[in-house]
């Protein structure tokens, strides 16, 4: 007897014990154990409501919260899925076109290949969409830092450290040399006239300006005296103005008053901000434009406001996307895209040079409706500049501003 409840007992004990384990099991599965991984989803994000960005979606990657709402890259280590071979709101590939420092890379006319200064060897190319090279002209053009297409790509105004400038033909291989003190040069629609700002010594002497597309038969328009970094040489597409100039009205505001060639009394756009960068829409009716303000910690937003005619002012809107108007660039007459630092410090906008290693997420805006959506998170690290949409709208290029390779992301 006493045997048998000995082992009794030893059962009773064993049986107790695989209860409390399952018990703490089952406990364990109820309150203790992650949750399942989201689930990975392909597609455009949703449209935003005012005043937010949208947040994204996960796309063909894990992505994870970045600042201003917009997405970044999960941290090393997580497991990441292959990026999307076409924009669709996730993580996307990014295809480097080329592996030398490159500059002023532009559209060419039939709007398929691109032109490019390479800055080791100081020669211009044509690259075509299949990669292939070739020379657009023998000539070598070493340590230029700037360049200033014509619309017809036929010319270009190449500016050098020591304040040279010249225009250079490509069709006749000739180059016209022009005064050191000349800047910030911008070509008229037709490619005929170039606006300039004239800087001598003197303030007494200081002139905005337009030549010919031969260097010749210089007009002055109007004096800028000491006033010449509030004046901004651009062209209208229409051409009815070449440049335009801020006057402030308070802290953060400013009016924008338009230059014509012949004195007109163009009404003025009225702006919420300072550090004004304006980028025509392709139809010359609309200016989208950039500024900082003490409301937003001096960070850049984009803002869209009607700008010929009578119509100046009016429909002016804030797009609710921090970053500068010449990130961006028009595809149509209303689709824009736009390259839009995953973060942003205070001070950026005063400061550009702070968001000069920050990685860029790719935006696409209808500027007619407001709305707008993450299209792309590159796969690399880039800081893009110089957005160009080809012409049927497949791909977008960029250059990566610390490196001056030329990328391109498929949007279609």
């Not at 070739?134 to 700037?146: D, G, N, P």
Request: aromatic share 10%; glycine share 8%; charged share 20%.
């Amino acid at each position: 007897m006493n045997f048998l409840i000995k082992y009794q007992k030893i059962f009773i004990a064993i049986i107790f014990t695989l209860a409390v384990l399952i018990l703490g099991y089952l406990l364990y599965l109820m309150f203790f154990k992650p949750g399942p991984p989201a689930a990975v989803e392909s597609g455009p994000t949703a449209t935003t409501t005012a005043g937010y960005l949208p947040a994204a979606q996960t796309g063909p990657g894990r992505i994870s919260s970045g600042g201003q709402g917009q997405s970044g890259l999960t941290g090393a280590g997580e497991e990441t899925l292959p990026a999307s071979a076409i924009a669709q709101g996730g993580l996307t590939q990014t295809t480097e076109l080329n592996q030398t420092p490159s500059l002023g890379a532009t559209l060419s006319v039939d709007g398929n290949d691109l032109f490019y200064l390479n800055r080791q060897d100081g020669r211009f190319y044509r690259l075509t969409q299949d990669g292939k090279l070739s020379l657009l002209t023998s000539q070598v053009f070493y340590e230029a830092e700037h360049i200033t297409w014509s619309p017809d790509k036929s010319k270009a105004i190449l500016e050098y450290p020591d304040q040279a400038k010249i225009i250079y033909n490509f069709k006749t291989n000739q180059q016209i040399s022009l005064p050191k003190h000349w800047q910030d040069f911008d070509f008229s629609a037709d490619g005929s006239r170039i606006v300039f700002k004239s800087l001598a010594d003197s303030v007494d002497n200081r002139w905005l300006a337009v030549i010919n597309d031969q260097g010749a038969d210089v007009k002055r328009i109007a004096a800028l005296g000491d006033k010449d970094e509030t004046v901004y040489p651009a062209w209208s597409p229409d051409s009815q103005t070449a440049a335009m100039y801020t006057e402030g009205i308070g802290l953060d505001t400013q009016y924008v008053f338009f230059v014509g060639l012949n004195q007109e009394n163009f009404k003025a756009l009225t702006i919420e901000g300072r550090g004004f960068r304006p980028k025509w829409t392709p139809a010359g009716d609309r200016l989208l434009y950039s500024v900082y303000s003490s409301d937003n910690g001096l960070k850049p937003e984009l803002w869209i406001a009607n700008a010929q005619g009578e119509n100046i002012g009016s429909g002016r809107a804030k797009l609710n996307l921090q970053t500068w108007a010449d990130k961006c660039a028009f595809a149509s007459k209303t689709d824009l895209y736009c390259a839009v630092p995953e973060t942003l410090p205070e001070g950026a906008g005063l400061f550009p040079e702070l968001a000069k290693n920050i990685k860029d997420n790719l935006y696409k805006i209808d500027i007619q409706t407001g709305l707008k959506k993450l299209i792309a998170v590159p796969d690399g690290q880039a800081t893009m500049s110089d957005l160009i949409v080809s012409a049927n709208g497949y791909y977008l290029y960029f250059t990566d501003a610390n490196t001056g390779r030329i990328n391109r992301i498929k949007l279609k």
